[in-house]
């Protein structure tokens, strides 16, 4: 016996063509948001450079005022304001005032 062939039926065809709509809706769907995520991710970048470069530019503030610390607390230092804004000198020091 020679088996027949059965034709789809156009409900089945009708069946078909609605899921391969489905799937190409949700296709492009996953399109668009990886191509959202991709544009994200890029901005995400851009700022994680940028803060990057914040925290070096932080890093070199500190140490410019550890550096400034320890001038703060250092002879040098302490002599020179006593000298300029107090106007005091050592014991044995001679001044010379230019007359005016």
């Not at 925290?55 to 703060?72: H, P, S």
């Not at 020179?80 to 005091?88: H, S």
Request: aromatic share 4%; glycine share 4%; hydrophobic share 40%.
């Amino acid at each position: 016996m020679a088996k027949r062939r059965r034709r789809p039926s156009k409900s089945n065809r009708r069946g078909m063509v609605a899921i391969a709509a489905v799937v190409m809706v949700l296709l492009i769907g996953l399109l668009a948001q990886s191509q959202k995520l991709s544009t994200q991710n890029e901005q995400y970048a851009a700022q994680k450079s940028e803060l990057e470069q914040q925290i070096k530019d932080e890093e070199m503030r500190a140490e410019e005022i550890e550096n400034l610390k320890d001038y703060v607390n250092s002879t040098e230092y302490i002599e020179k304001i006593a000298r300029d804004k107090l106007g005091l000198v050592y014991e044995d020091e001679i001044l010379f005032k230019a007359e005016g």
